[in-house]
């Protein structure tokens, strides 16, 4: 079964701190992953997807097939990355399932 | 660009009535996905177009829920007759298949249903 796990519904973290969001998935198959964020009042926009390999606002996430894991990271949180993030599984067949998502509270 | 579009933004109805969302996705996109999401969950996805073609309705409760896109442009979403359970956010989402390096779904903004 295809399935997203993100364990921590609210993850609190100080400003300047690292700050990891986990997720894990299950796909037989090549899985393709992305991170989805949505800040306060705005709509859900796609924040990196596995392949791209990018950055983007400091984060980075890294595909772990044999820990089936996609976790986000940022080495200093920033008071503007407070939002829900979704970890989300594209399959072969066009399909994106979500996780519940985790939202990242930035304490002062 | 507005991005995609959505109305209403919100909508209280009683059980049992009948409820329609409407949907414009970014010029251009063929696909468009009609999502629920739930307090607390993450989006699931209802159904799927390809430009007019609905290619995945499996998760459409069809018993109560529709869903068209007439044109292969925008979309309705309706509800009828409305239950409780169906408070919730509707979010609609398109895509351009055509591009396929670039699988990225565009979001609107959403309509929040909720039912007394």
């Known amino acids: 079964a295809q399935r997203v796990t993100q364990p921590e519904k609210l993850l609190s973290v100080f400003k300047g701190a690292p700050v990891e969001l986990k997720c894990n998935y299950s796909y037989s198959g090549s899985p393709e992953l992305f991170w989805y964020v949505q800040y306060s009042r705005q709509r859900l926009q796609l924040l990196l997807r596995h392949i791209s390999r990018e950055s983007i606002k400091g984060f980075t996430a890294d595909l772990n097939k044999g820990e089936t894991s996609f976790h986000l990271k940022k080495p200093f949180a920033q008071e503007e990355d407070s939002a829900m993030y979704y970890c989300?599984?594209?399959?072969?067949?066009?399909?994106?399932?979500f996780g519940k998502g985790t939202r990242l509270h930035i304490l002062p | 660009e507005a991005g995609v579009v959505q109305s209403p933004r919100y909508k209280i109805i009683e059980k049992k009535q009948p409820v329609a969302f409407w949907c414009n996705p970014i010029?251009?996109?063929?696909?468009l996905y009609w999502y629920r999401q739930n307090l607390g969950q993450g989006p699931e996805l209802l159904i799927r177009y390809e430009n007019e073609e609905a290619v995945d309705d499996s998760q459409l409760p069809k018993d109560r829920f529709s869903a068209k896109r007439l044109k292969g442009v925008d979309s309705t979403l309706k509800i009828q007759p409305a239950e409780l359970g169906d408070s919730a956010v509707y979010l609609c989402?398109?895509?351009?298949?055509?591009?396929?390096?670039?699988?990225?779904?565009?979001f609107g903004p959403g309509t929040r249903l909720t039912v007394l």
């Open positions: 010029s251009g996109h063929n696909t």
């Open positions: 989402a398109s895509r351009n298949t055509w591009a396929p390096q670039d699988n990225e779904q565009f």
């Open positions: 989300a599984l594209g399959s072969r067949d066009d399909k994106i399932i």
